[in-house]
């Protein structure tokens, strides 16, 4: 009976030590994983002239590949994140319309490449490369 008392605190105390089954929502993936990301505002002067739909320009992060809708087009690719709040998008491959006269589409994905910065606030997605910002909701 003594043993089995003993044996039973152990597998509690070791219990205690394991690692947790999940991520905690603060890491980097968990905070940007399940969420289509629609760009609402940017800083980067490319970007920034004009309305931009949220529907037509944003982007999805899973398991280190990320899709993007980017004007008339998808995009997929890779990314990598740190809890330090860095960040590489590296995009893949396309669809190839031909989207309408004053997209946003070369631009919209030249700066997803450049970003080199991330941070999640408040329900907001904030990317920073050289130019500015992209602010996804």
Do not use: K
Request: proline residues 6%; charged residues 10%.
């Amino acid at each position: 009976m003594l043993l089995a008392a003993v044996a039973a605190a152990a597998m509690l105390a070791l219990g205690a030590c394991a690692p947790p089954a999940t991520a905690p929502a603060t890491d980097a993936a968990g905070a940007l994983a399940g969420h289509t990301w629609g760009l609402t505002e940017s800083t980067v002067p490319a970007l920034s002239a004009g309305a931009i739909d949220p529907a037509r320009y944003n982007i999805e992060f899973a398991d280190g590949i990320f899709d993007a809708q980017v004007d008339c087009n998808r995009v997929s690719g890779t990314y990598a994140w740190s809890n330090d709040g860095a960040v590489t998008i590296t995009p893949g491959p396309s669809t190839l319309a031909a989207c309408p006269e004053g997209s946003l589409a070369g631009d919209y994905l030249a700066a997803l490449q450049a970003a080199t910065a991330f941070e999640v606030t408040d329900g907001r997605l904030v990317l920073t490369n050289g130019d500015g910002t992209l602010t996804f909701e």
